[in-house]
Nanobody, 126 residues
């Protein structure tokens, strides 16, 4: 059974940091690119960051570039999202997802994702 379980969300003040983790099981993690997406209240889910199966290639939304860092540990079957300099507009439910077809990490759309986690809530107060 495929599982993606996010953790690390919570309440933080603007300017603070959080590190999200996503533990995977039930599929060949090392052959999948991984991504983080988020959905703010009243908005559509959007791309945040992605990483290739090897970890060599990473991609970021313009809104988080320079503040967020995605990484992965294939031995621990986990992907991370380090979030620094958080802003109130970063408040959202954050989801991790996996794609086997686009293992290079560049996703043309959310439709290429094979598996999704249930999300973890990040709230940034001003």
């Amino acid at each position: 059974q495929v599982q993606l379980v996010e953790s690390g969300g919570g309440l933080v003040q603007a300017g603070g940091s959080l590190r999200l983790s996503c533990a995977a099981s039930g599929f060949t993690f090392s052959r999948n690119a991984m991504g983080w997406f988020r959905q703010a209240p009243g908005k559509e889910r959007e791309f945040v960051a992605s990483i290739s199966w090897s970890g060599r290639n990473t991609y970021y939304a313009d809104s988080v570039k320079g503040r967020f860092t995605i990484s992965r540990d294939n031995a621990k079957i986990t992907v991370y999202l380090q979030m620094n300099s958080l802003k109130p507009e970063d408040t959202a439910v954050y989801y991790c997802a996996a794609s086997s077809s686009y293992s290079g990490g560049y996703f043309p759309g959310q439709y290429v994702m094979d598996y999704w986690g249930k999300g973890t809530l990040v709230t940034v107060s001003s």
